[in-house]
């Protein structure tokens, strides 16, 4: 999508995750929900396409091939320091305590749970966001 006023490529929400179907389901949930959505298999691909683009949160799996989600939300730190205050949600099917630790000592937005309604999902989101909350 171009921003009509700045003529600047933006995605509200760039998701990298390896696994189709998780991708496809939450993919589905946003786009229903009003949000704009690129989907990557894997986090190195979120990140070489985030030159240009200006998203209003990233959602990354925890688990990937390569790099995880937790080594991509440092790399994009470090690779796009004006990209500070955009959201970094991580999205896991692996909920416990020492993941949710890691995530937030990170300075993760949240964590979301692969195994979340939809209407959780998008509570979660839209709170940080600032969106009105819409159900599927």
Wanted: glycine content about 6%; overall charge negative; charged content about 25%.
């Amino acid at each position: 999508e171009i921003d009509s006023v700045t003529g600047v490529q933006t995605c509200a929400l760039p998701i990298s995750d390896d696994s189709p179907s998780a991708k496809a389901a939450l993919e589905t949930v946003l786009r229903r929900a009003g949000y704009d959505v690129a989907s990557f298999d894997c986090a190195d691909d979120l990140i070489d396409q985030l030159d240009g683009l200006y998203p209003r949160a990233i959602i990354l799996d925890i688990e990937m091939p390569g790099m995880s989600g937790f080594e991509a939300f440092c790399e994009i730190r470090r690779r796009y320091p004006n990209a500070t205050n955009v959201p970094v949600f991580f999205f896991s099917a692996h909920y416990d305590s020492d993941t949710r630790a890691q995530a937030d000592a990170l300075g993760a937005a949240d964590f979301i749970s692969k195994d979340a309604s939809p209407t959780v999902v998008l509570e979660q989101l839209n709170r940080v966001l600032g969106k009105a909350i819409s159900t599927c």
